[in-house]
């Protein structure tokens, strides 16, 4: 009993927050790659109520979203959470607070495509979140550049993990983050909605 308690006390999770406005292969690919290159236990996708900087009444709602984030993630090791929604969070930097307090002795890294490292400087408390836990951001077409000149990339320089010791990013002493320059997926939510119009409405009949 003590032993597998300290295992699950040490686990190694990526937190992988997003909107799933729908859920995508973008989505699952990051995460399986996040997942063999940090040697991640399991990928968290933490469904957000709404993006902080997003008009929620864009949204499908919670409920569909989860489900749809289910069907797409569809691996034994990637979760969905509505942990944001049962806590009432929006915002990442308490998010992560309320996560790290809870859950003191797992190893979180906070993961990321390429667009939101261009604008992290621009979240709430955006340092902080840098300082709560390690940081994994994917590259994505159109952003192979950017990220790394972007006032946060800038900010965060000398922080940085090359990408052939991901293995340690879980292990590092935050602020500490890698880029992973890894294979594109050009999939986004933005497509789909206007590729699949009705994908909420399908979602909510499976
Ligand atoms: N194809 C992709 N490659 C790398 N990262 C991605 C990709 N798609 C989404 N992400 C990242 O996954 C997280 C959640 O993304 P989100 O749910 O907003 O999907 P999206 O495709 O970016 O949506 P939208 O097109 O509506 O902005 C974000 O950090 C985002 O950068
Ligand atoms: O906390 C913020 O200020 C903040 C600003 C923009 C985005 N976020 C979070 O970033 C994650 C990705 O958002 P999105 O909409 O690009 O999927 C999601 O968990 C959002 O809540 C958070």
Redesign the pocket.
Known sequence: MQKSHTLLNNLRIGVL???FNPPHAGHRQISLQGMRLMRLDFVIW?V?PG????NSRDYADLTTRMAAAQACAAHPRILISDFESRNGL????ETLDMLTSKYASTRFVWM?GAD?LNSFHT??DWQRIAATMPIAVFNRPGNRIAPLTSPAGHALARFRVPVARAATLPDCEAPAWTYFPGTLNRESSTRLRQTQPDWAQTAEKA
Request: charged letters at 10%.
């Open positions: 927050g997003g909107s933490l957000t993006n902080p900087q997003k929006t915002y990442t930097a990321m939101n979240w709430r």
